[in-house]
């Protein structure tokens, strides 16, 4: 079992920048991919960016590409989003997620644990 515990969500001006920290405990080991997704109320739940442990290899949504970086620091088995240029269209909340799989980084559907939301605001 994993348990994943998100911090660093809040509000913040358009135009500003936060950094979501993850951190993982339990049988990481079996961890191949870890991802944030977000859902901004009355929509459904999307990829944001996802990081392959062992590689490093990363993914994200056109949505963020430029603006938001993820990265992970496996001797702390945690993994950060940092945001920036954020504006009002990224509100939402923000959850990390963990894969067993080596497919699929980009699929809510491949990911075996989730962390409870942090919440992230944007002001106009």
């Known amino acids: 079992q994993v348990q994943l515990v998100e911090s660093g969500g809040g509000l913040v001006q358009a135009g500003g920048s936060l950094r979501l920290s993850c951190a993982a405990s339990?049988?990481?080991?079996?961890?191949?991919?870890m991802g944030w997704f977000r859902q901004a109320p009355g929509k459904e739940r999307e990829f944001v960016a996802a990081i392959a442990r062992g590689s490093g290899w990363t993914t994200d949504a056109d949505s963020v590409k430029g603006r938001f970086t993820i990265s992970t620091d496996n001797a702390k088995n945690t993994v950060y989003l940092q945001m920036n240029s954020l504006n009002p269209e990224d509100t939402a909340v923000y959850y990390c997620?963990?894969?067993?799989?080596?497919?699929?980084?980009?699929?809510?559907?491949?990911?075996?644990?989730w962390g409870q939301g942090t919440q992230v605001t944007v002001s106009s």
């Open positions: 997620a963990a894969s067993r799989l080596r497919v699929g980084p980009a699929s809510a559907v491949s990911y075996d644990y």
């Open positions: 339990g049988r990481t080991s079996s961890l191949y991919f």
